[in-house]
């Protein structure tokens, strides 16, 4: 079945650090990833759609600035937190969009996510 | 502005029982709904995945049902084990994918 993989599992960093997160779709392309963010018992938030060649569209009160999404090939979107600050620590899930068209278009494969702890 | 909950927020219940959990969103317009599995501080693990053309599926002792139309599903767990406590989320499909708030289970042995 279609894999997404992402790395790393898990980042402590210090505050002002920048954080790069990768999502890979390992057995299919995806023209579309997602991510999401998840504070502590609450749930996921879509933060940004990552489109292949293009850039992404970020959700009402997602700095774009801060949380810089690539999506330069059809199979790894990367998602960098710029100058983390503590209140960044969260975690951190991607998710991969089989293409338009296929059997799978309306279905996202998940990470495994990315718990990120800015001291 | 598509928004789904789910009630209740947290269950306790002895290992043996069946349960509901219950989802709702306010657009019926959507693709699919999708019942998700997380266990702590891990990623998420899909269940079941109802298309808006279906009313249910099952998988082993989880069954998921959908009626679009009064913007409701349920998931149902039979015989319930220690290993199923875990926050259950719902999804729904429109143009994103938003997810609902997430049922935490207990189930005590």
């Known amino acids: 079945g279609a894999v997404v993989s992402q790395h790393p599992s898990w980042v402590i960093c210090k505050s002002g650090t920048s954080v790069k997160i990768e999502c890979r779709s390992l057995d299919f392309q995806a023209t579309t990833m997602f991510w999401y963010r998840q504070f502590p018992k609450q749930s996921l938030m879509l933060m940004a759609t990552s489109n292949e060649g293009s850039k992404a569209t970020y959700e009402q009160g997602v700095e774009k600035d801060k949380f810089l999404i690539n999506h330069a090939s059809l199979t790894l979107s990367t998602l960098t937190v710029t100058s983390a600050h503590p209140e960044d620590s969260s975690f951190y899930i991607c998710?991969?969009?089989?293409?338009?068209?296929?059997?799978?278009?309306?279905?996202?494969?998940f990470g495994a996510g990315s718990r990120l702890t800015v001291l | 502005k598509q928004e789904v909950t789910q009630i209740p927020a947290a269950l306790s219940v002895p290992e043996g029982e069946n349960l509901v959990l219950n989802c709702s969103f306010t657009d019926s317009a959507i693709y699919n709904l999708q019942w998700f599995r997380q266990d702590p501080g891990k990623g998420l693990t899909s269940l079941l995945l109802?298309?808006?053309?279906?009313r249910e599926q099952t998988s082993g002792r989880l069954n998921a049902s959908l009626d679009k139309s009064s913007g409701r599903s349920t998931l149902y767990i039979a015989a319930s084990q220690p290993g199923d406590s875990a926050t259950y989320l719902c999804a729904v499909k429109d143009d994103k994918v938003i997810f609902g708030p997430g049922t935490s289970l207990s189930v005590i042995p």
């Open positions: 109802i298309q808006s053309s279906q």
């Open positions: 998710s991969a969009r089989f293409p338009q068209g296929s059997w799978g278009a309306n279905v996202l494969t």
